[in-house]
């Protein structure tokens, strides 16, 4: 039994580490999918070695053949991207891919409060988010999958950002327990193109069933 080229260690999530779970199963590479409890990893007990991950934070990538160990969940997202040339094919494609997936981060920056505010806050950021923040980004991004085809975000083959987009859409939806694509058929579409891809439907089939 061979060996692993790669280590992701995260929660027992979704959340920030699917894409790269996502890029691995569409490249067909095995991968070690380490996932820890969060209560065991908020106790400052020692038995977790946290030092062992860059800043003390997860996720990590460890890339066992070059010795690398990544943190940054975007940053990991990208390095798999590039790795295994699925960033366009052009400076100009992989800077769109850039642009989207910090969209995604922004509306990510805006919504992540909720997990601690209380329960009016949360329903005046969600109100807000829903009201301005989903048509300022979702708006445009419709209109360029139209101009593109409607299948890929970027160019005319599939890239990193397509997954970690469809993921997104579909945790946001998720986690505000509302339809956010409802009125933007064009990304539901592409969502849906992605998550029938056989590597990515046979993955979502057989990984461990969490929340977010």
Not at 14 to 27: K, Q
Request: hydrophobic letters at 40%; a negative charge; one cysteine or more.
């Amino acid at each position: 039994m061979s060996t692993p080229k790669y280590k992701l260690f995260y929660f027992n999530w979704m959340w920030i580490a699917e894409p790269a779970r996502y890029l691995l199963s569409y490249v067909q590479e095995e991968f070690e999918d380490v996932r820890y409890n969060y209560e065991d990893w908020m106790k400052d007990d020692g038995k977790i070695n946290k030092k062992a991950f860059p800043y003390g934070k997860l996720p990590c990538l460890e890339d066992v053949e070059n010795g690398l160990k990544l943190g940054q969940s975007f940053t990991i997202a990208r390095y798999l991207g590039r790795k295994y040339n699925l960033v366009g094919t052009c400076d100009a494609e992989a800077a769109k891919c850039d642009e989207y997936a910090d969209v995604v981060k922004d509306m990510l920056a805006e919504v992540e409060p909720m997990w601690r505010a209380n329960e009016e806050t949360k329903e005046s950021i969600k109100t807000n988010f829903l009201a301005k923040t989903l048509p300022r980004y979702f708006s445009v991004i419709e209109q360029d999958l139209k101009k593109n085809g409607g299948k890929f975000l970027v160019g005319e083959t599939i890239s990193w950002v397509d997954f970690l987009f469809a993921h997104f859409t579909e945790m946001l939806g998720i986690y505000l327990k509302t339809d956010i694509l409802a009125n933007y058929p064009g990304i539901r579409a592409h969502q849906k193109g992605i998550f029938e891809i056989d590597e990515i439907r046979n993955w979502r089939s057989a990984r461990p069933v969490t929340t977010y």
